[in-house]
């Protein structure tokens, strides 16, 4: 079987690049043919992935974080091609959603064993206008760190975050959101929404902890007006998911989620998604995915 290979030259700082030798010997030791596609950005991964799909390649493996997914997904999602994700970016939150091994060469092996067998699983994915996303879509508080983050052109990396996270804290203050979930309106003053297909986002914050990607449903968390010492307190309680005791959070298990509000862009797999007024729709089992439910 042909498979078309996406590496992300940034992905992790280089690592989906290191990576990239021991995952082609791996899906060549299952009697695959790995051909990797020059692309060096995220539209012309998207592009280049869907030709290659057109032309015949039988599957697609995005080598590198949830950026590198989410341009993979764009090809993919909604056909019945299977979709490999090698974890090798800074963030792997889809990768850590569903059971992909954390060594991309153990990755590598466990999509090829599926492939091979013509096993794949079935996992949602969230369809807003056009484009297609797979952890969580966020808008507030942390689309605006995310934002300022991609406008810096200093620091780099991880430090990059921290410096958007204190001038967003600066400048913190409760939106007025319309949200509909399944048709039900509200409007209300928010810190911050997370529309969660799967559980975590940013590198591991366990944002919407009973996200299940397999049920056909969003957890969408609500986090209401709070402080600024507030939120720096909740911040850590993310990693455990227990946040969403907090008095201010509330979670709705709906499958489609209106937002408006002015002047905010959402961003889902750390990528931008669309400016708002948007919808997400949770599209069961769009994604055909290998490799999964490994750990
Ligand atoms: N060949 C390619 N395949 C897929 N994505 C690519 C490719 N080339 C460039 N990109 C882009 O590179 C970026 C890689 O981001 P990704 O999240 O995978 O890595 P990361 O190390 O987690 O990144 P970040 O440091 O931005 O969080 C994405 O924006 C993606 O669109």
């Known amino acids: 079987m042909d498979v078309a290979v996406l590496v992300s030259p940034a992905a992790g700082r280089g690592r989906a690049r290191t990576w990239s030798a021991g995952v082609l010997s791996a899906l060549e030791a299952a009697g695959l043919t790995p051909r990797v596609l020059p692309a060096t950005t995220g539209p012309d991964a998207e592009r280049q992935a869907a030709e290659a799909i057109a032309a015949g390649a039988g599957a697609l493996v995005a080598i590198g974080g949830d950026g590198t997914a989410h341009a993979a997904l764009q090809a993919v999602a909604g056909t019945s091609t299977p979709l490999?994700?090698?974890?090798?970016?800074?963030?792997?939150?889809?990768?850590?959603a569903l059971g992909i091994p954390r060594d991309p060469?153990?990755?590598?092996?466990?999509a090829a064993e599926d492939l091979v067998a013509g096993t794949t699983r079935a996992v949602d994915a969230g369809r807003t206008g056009d484009r297609?996303?797979?952890t969580v879509l966020c808008c507030g508080f942390d689309s605006a760190v995310s934002d300022r983050a991609n406008r810096l052109r200093w620091p780099k990396g991880r430090r990059r975050y921290d410096v958007a996270v204190l001038a967003e804290l600066a400048r913190l203050r409760p939106r007025e959101v319309e949200l509909v979930l399944d048709g039900e309106a509200h409007t209300l003053p928010v810190t911050l929404i997370a529309v969660g297909n799967t559980p975590w986002y940013g590198g591991g914050m366990k944002v919407c902890p009973g996200a299940?990607?397999?049920?056909g449903f969003f957890d969408v968390t609500v986090v209401g007006p709070i402080s600024r010492l507030q939120l720096v307190r909740t911040r850590p309680l993310l990693t455990a998911g227990t946040h969403v005791e907090h008095a201010a959070v509330t979670v709705h298990r709906v499958s489609r989620v209106e937002l408006a509000s002015p002047g905010v862009t959402t961003y889902a797999d750390g990528e931008p998604v669309a400016p708002l007024p948007a919808t997400a729709e949770c599209v069961p089992g769009a994604l055909r995915m290998v490799g999964t439910a490994r750990t």
Do not use: C, E, S, Y
């Open 105 to 110: 060469v153990v990755a590598a092996r466990a």
């Open 84 to 96: 490999a994700v090698i974890p090798a970016g800074t963030g792997n939150d889809l990768a850590l």
């Open 132 to 134: 297609w996303w797979a």
């Open 212 to 215: 299940d990607p397999t049920d």
